[in-house]
């Protein structure tokens, strides 16, 4: 035995180490930390996609009720909405909206645009978007078009 081997053999000896490869414990317990680590990233997929689509529903929302708002506000004097409640095109179908309008505090010639938009998320038929606006009516009173 040269004296590496040897140095080595009676470190080994004394320590109490007898190789350098891993023991089937260590593995075990490598194992068990690296699928809980994995199963952890696993759960939060589906939490993060639910985000995401949840954002996009709020974001064409928001797109469709500012649509609508324009729509009513793009009409010369105190405009009466066609449909007051409805769907949107097939593309967004599964939106609804609401429009409505009241005299603005006591003013003669302001009213006040309610367009609320509607999606069944999470089953629920809570609107998810509202936007008010002001319109003026020039030459024309609140009281005369009632």
Do not use: C
């Amino acid at each position: 035995m040269n004296k590496e081997n040897r140095f080595t053999w009676e470190l080994h000896r004394k320590t109490g180490m007898r190789s350098r490869a891993f023991t089937l414990v260590e593995i075990t317990i490598a194992l068990v930390v690296f699928v809980i680590g994995i199963l952890s990233v696993m759960y939060m997929f589906p939490i993060g996609l639910r985000s995401v689509v949840r954002a996009k529903i709020y974001t064409q929302a928001n797109f469709l009720a500012q649509l609508k708002m324009e729509e009513v506000l793009a009409q010369p004097g105190y405009y009466d909405v066609e449909t007051p409640q409805g769907n949107f095109d097939d593309e967004y179908s599964d939106f609804e909206f609401t429009v409505s309008k009241d005299k603005y505090k006591d003013s003669i010639s302001l009213y006040q645009v309610k367009v609320e938009v509607y999606h069944p998320i999470n089953g629920k038929r809570d609107a998810l978007i509202t936007l008010y606006a002001l319109k003026g009516v020039v030459g024309q009173h609140y009281e005369e078009v009632e």
